[in-house]
């Protein structure tokens, strides 16, 4: 069956602490690879993705995720975290037609002072 | 640039009751996809528009749901009856090409 797997349903972290929300993927995704992130009261938004090329992509605000085929993984990480990064955040590939996305259960990062 | 839109934004029904969601995409975008996420669960891809022609609904749930995009621009999805396991969030996206851009989501709740 055609899988993402997010393990951690949430990670509490304090404010400037680094995080690692964790991804795995099964063979039967393609790997071009995505995060999404849900603020509070909107709706998705993309935040990075792996299509093909360096296997390290970066957003725009501090995260990053690397591609790993060996691991089939697609972990996302950040050095330090915000308050403002309070959020749920959705692994997701697409699926080997490359036609429709499959997502993990999402994995909600709370972050405190 | 507009994004992609989706209306209403909550809509609470009763068991029984019909209920239409209209997505507008994001205009030039041929690819239009509707997906839900049950409370607790995964976002699962319901089904694929190419134009106006239905490129894959293997997930739509069973027959009380139907979508239609007329023209090949906005679509609806229509849920009837609707029963109290359909509540959740409704979310609709379109592409051009392998990058899906997210609606804010209908959240439907069924009582």
């Known amino acids: 069956a055609q899988s993402v797997t997010q393990l951690d349903s949430q990670v509490p972290v304090f404010e400037e602490a680094p995080v690692e929300l964790r991804c795995n993927y099964s063979?039967?995704?393609?790997?071009?690879l995505f995060w999404y992130v849900q603020y509070p009261n909107q709706g998705l938004q993309l935040l990075l993705k792996y299509l093909s090329g360096s296997t390290l992509v970066e957003s725009i605000n501090g995260f990053e995720a690397e591609f790993n085929k060996s691991q089939t993984s697609f972990h996302l990480r950040k050095p330090s975290v915000h308050i403002s990064d309070t959020a749920e955040y959705f692994c997701?590939?697409?699926?080997?037609?490359?036609?429709?996305?499959?997502f993990g259960t999402g994995t909600r990062l709370l972050v405190s002072p | 640039e507009a994004g992609v839109t989706q209306f209403p934004s909550h809509s609470v029904i009763e068991k029984g009751q019909t209920v239409t969601l209209r997505c507008d995409p994001i205009s030039g975008h041929d690819n239009l996809y509707w997906y839900r996420r049950v409370m607790g669960k995964e976002i699962k891809f319901l089904l694929h528009?190419?134009?106006?022609?239905?490129?894959?609904e293997s997930g739509m749930p069973n027959n009380r749901f139907l979508a239609e995009r007329t023209g090949g621009t906005y679509s609806t999805l229509k849920v009837q009856p609707a029963e109290l396991e359909d509540s959740g969030v409704y979310f609709c996206?379109?592409?051009?090409?392998?990058?899906?851009?997210f609606g804010p989501g209908t959240r439907l709740t069924v009582l």
């Open positions: 997701a590939g697409l699926n080997t037609g490359f036609q429709k996305l499959v």
């Open positions: 528009f190419v134009k106006e022609s239905k490129q894959d």
């Open positions: 063979s039967s995704v393609s790997v071009y």
């Open positions: 996206a379109s592409s051009h090409g392998q990058k899906q851009f």
